[in-house]
């Protein structure tokens, strides 16, 4: 895939209006439930801690939220300077920033312990920086700097449309974790390939299972968690897979 291929105009205020506003509610329940009850129970059961790196933002801070109760710092990167630009406008405060509160109540209610207000404080002060990031490079952030924590949610599908490419594009980010540090990864394991925001439609990757947990392991990662769901209620056809591991220690 050249460049100009990677680089169709990528809409945040549609994108997340289209997946993640409040009133479409079979997509909150896919995005947000699976997401976020698979990260609760990960940091939770496998005491993660440290710094971390979410690797493909996007314009979404809800895949912080559960890891800002556990986390050091936090760094985030996309591609696309849009999403980060909306990122910078939440961090700011902006009065046109993306208003994330249903996520914030959500994790508020399955963590039992932080109120939602808390939450959003956390994710604020735990945010370090806001970076450009490659994930088709072997350097994905442009430095050797690794972290205790690699998270990255529906990315790799976004950056390539085959195999080999999404593998390699794993192996890149799989880079970033310390020996002993835990990458846990959320991916569409799409039967088609592509996905639409308003009316354009995003070529994604056709990916399986199997091929990423292989990948995992080939890269000396111990898989620690993994659970799969269809992607019910939507316009993609495949399902959804959260798996988390960690990096051996040698």
């Known amino acids: 895939m050249s460049l100009e291929d990677w680089q169709i105009p990528f809409e945040p205020r549609l994108y997340w209006t289209t997946y993640f506003d409040k009133q479409n509610e079979v997509e909150i329940g896919l995005f947000a439930t699976f997401l976020m009850d698979n990260l609760q129970k990960s940091f939770e059961e496998r005491s993660i801690k440290g710094s971390m790196i979410d690797v493909g933002s996007g314009p979404t801070i809800h895949t912080l939220m559960t890891a800002s109760g556990h986390c050091d710092s936090i760094v985030c990167s996309d591609f696309t300077l849009a999403n980060r630009e909306e ?16 996520y914030f109540e959500y994790v508020s ?22 970076v450009h990031c490659d994930v088709r490079q072997s350097n994905v952030i442009g430095n050797v700097k690794s972290f205790d924590v690699v998270l990255s949610s529906l990315c790799i599908s976004n950056a ?17 974790v310390k020996p002993g540090g835990y990458f846990i990864l959320y991916a569409f394991i799409a039967r088609k390939s592509g996905y639409p925001i308003g009316n354009t439609y995003h070529i994604t990757a056709c990916v399986d299972e199997m ?7 080939e890269m000396k990662f111990d898989i620690l968690q993994r659970k799969l769901i269809p992607a019910y209620g939507s316009d993609y056809d495949g399902d959804h897979f959260f798996v988390a591991s960690q990096l051996k220690n040698y």
């Open 87 to 102: 990122l910078e406008m939440w961090v700011n405060k902006d009065k046109n920033a993306l208003d994330w509160t249903p």
């Open 109 to 130: 209610n399955i963590e039992g312990k932080r109120a939602p207000f808390q939450i959003e404080n956390d994710v604020r002060s735990k945010i370090a920086s806001i």
């Open 160 to 176: 390539t449309n085959n195999l080999p490419d999404y593998m390699r594009c794993l192996e890149n980010i799989g880079r970033l």
């Open 211 to 217: 091929s990423i947990c292989n990948k995992l392991q």
